[in-house]
């Protein structure tokens, strides 16, 4: 087999980018190793950005999420009792997109489906060849048989755990990196929201996030020691610490329900770079973790795929190496500004096991000064609802 572009990976970054190829001409493959229902099944992200909304709309995939979306102006900051709302509309005149990644990329398997875009799914061993030279090609085991497809370029689209990042040497690689002490136990249950905008409360219980996908699908989160397992959380143990760290505002009307998913995520933050290494270029979560307390991880992946089609199509329809030359620099400008805010939220609103009392304070005092100054707020909305690409 040949084709211009082999994508690793059939999450969002992966089916995105295959979407924008394809509409522009540039053929590709996409290599997932799941099935399409396993990945179908996952539940991720909740919180899209003004530039992900407009390049899901670009790639012919928008449609259900303008019907179905929840547009959002603002969110809610808490610290115990006090609630600080931060108005996006007001203060950056742009909004976000309440809209599940489960759905978004449900949208992208259609949209790829209605193109007859080539998708082989359950595929095993990948193994990317030649990268760095003028000739890549991927090997990859599918329906039981060893097989080969020579392309121009390979985009690594497989995320924290795939090869295409390991492809590139060590010596090449430098990789950044902080892990929290802590993880997101997150629940989903067919209950209705606590608030109308999302709440990040700080409480002395920890962090809570409480979050929607509908308004009979609520997404919560409580921040849990990285020792917990889900085996540990009963609901009852779940809606009492939530219950303990939101306002008691919101917390006394909240309606609990039985849990129909319930996960616990690691938080870190990560970059590998560059992101580049001859032909392969890694793109989303293959080259870089946000956690998930800024809602950047899949929009991160989206500007690293804004850049990325743009520069292979350039490539591969006129043969102008300008764009992939300054894809790993242009994307990393975006990644670092990302990385920083999705820390420094983290930071602002998780309690540290062992913290003494003045980091207790920096929080307090973080919160109040988001409370009283109008330049704290805009610099929050300007980061959350996403940077210029
Ligand atoms: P993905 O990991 O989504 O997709 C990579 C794909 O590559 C997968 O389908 C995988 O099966 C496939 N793959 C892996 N290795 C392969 C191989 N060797 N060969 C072929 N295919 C291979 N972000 C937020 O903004 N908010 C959140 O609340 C949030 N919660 C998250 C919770 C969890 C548990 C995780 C893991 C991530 C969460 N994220 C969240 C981040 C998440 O949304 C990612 O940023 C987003 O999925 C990135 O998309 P991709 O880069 O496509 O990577
Ligand atoms: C979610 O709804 O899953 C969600 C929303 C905002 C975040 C993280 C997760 O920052």
Same mark, same amino acid.
């Given at each position: ?31 997932? *190793? ?7 099944? =996952?539940?991720?992200?909740? #919180?899209?950005?003004? &530039?992900?909304? /407009?390049? +899901? ?107 295409? *990042? ?7 690689? =430098?990789?950044?990196?902080? #892990?929290?002490?802590? &993880?997101?136990? /997150?629940? +989903? ?201």
């Amino acid at each position: 087999m040949r084709t211009d572009v082999v994508i690793i990976g059939g999450g969002p970054s992966g089916l995105l980018l295959s979407q924008l190829l394809n509409r522009a001409g540039v053929d590709t493959v996409v290599l997932e *190793r799941a099935s399409r229902a396993h990945v179908l099944g =996952r539940i991720r992200a909740g #919180v899209l950005e003004a &530039g992900t909304v /407009g390049m +899901l709309q670009q790639a012919g995939a928008g449609d259900r999420m303008l019907r179905e979306g929840m547009p959002h102006d603002g969110c809610i900051f808490s610290d115990d009792d006090l609630m600080v709302r931060i108005d996006f509309a007001e203060l950056t005149g742009k909004t976000v997109m309440v809209y599940g990644q489960t759905e978004v990329t449900a949208d992208l398997y259609a949209a790829q489906d209605a193109i007859g875009a080539t998708i082989l799914h359950e595929v095993s061993d990948v193994a990317i060849r030649d990268a760095d030279t003028d000739a890549p090609f991927v090997a990859f085991t599918h329906e039981g048989a060893r097989k080969r497809i020579d392309c121009a370029y390979v985009a690594g689209c497989d995320g924290f755990h795939g090869v295409s *990042r390991k492809t590139i040497p060590e010596s090449v690689r =430098r990789e950044h990196e902080r #892990v929290y002490p802590f &993880g997101w136990l /997150g629940v +989903l249950s067919r209950t209705p929201p606590a608030h109308e905008e999302l709440i990040y409360a700080n409480s002395a219980n920890g962090f809570a996030l409480a979050s929607m996908r509908n308004p009979m699908l609520s997404r919560y989160y409580v921040q849990v020691p990285l020792s917990d397992r889900v085996e540990d959380w009963s609901d009852d143990r779940f809606w009492e610490r939530l219950t303990s760290c939101l306002p008691r505002e919101v917390a006394g009307t909240l309606v609990t329900g039985p849990s129909v998913e319930k996960s616990i995520a690691p938080l870190r933050s990560f970059v590998s770079e560059p992101l580049r290494w001859g032909r392969l270029f890694l793109v989303g979560d293959a080259a870089h973790i946000v956690p998930p307390t800024g809602a950047k991880g899949l929009n991160l992946a989206v500007s690293d795929v804004f850049y990325l089609h743009q520069a292979l199509i350039r490539a591969v329809r006129h043969g102008e190496t300008d764009g992939i030359d300054s894809y790993s620099a242009r994307a990393l400008g975006r990644i670092w500004k990302a990385m920083r805010f999705s820390w420094s939220m983290t930071m602002m609103l998780h309690r540290f096991d062992g913290e003494d009392s003045f980091a207790a304070e920096m929080r307090k005092a973080t919160l109040l000064h988001l409370a009283q100054s109008e330049t704290a707020r805009r610099d929050l909305a300007e980061n959350y609802i996403g940077l210029p690409f």
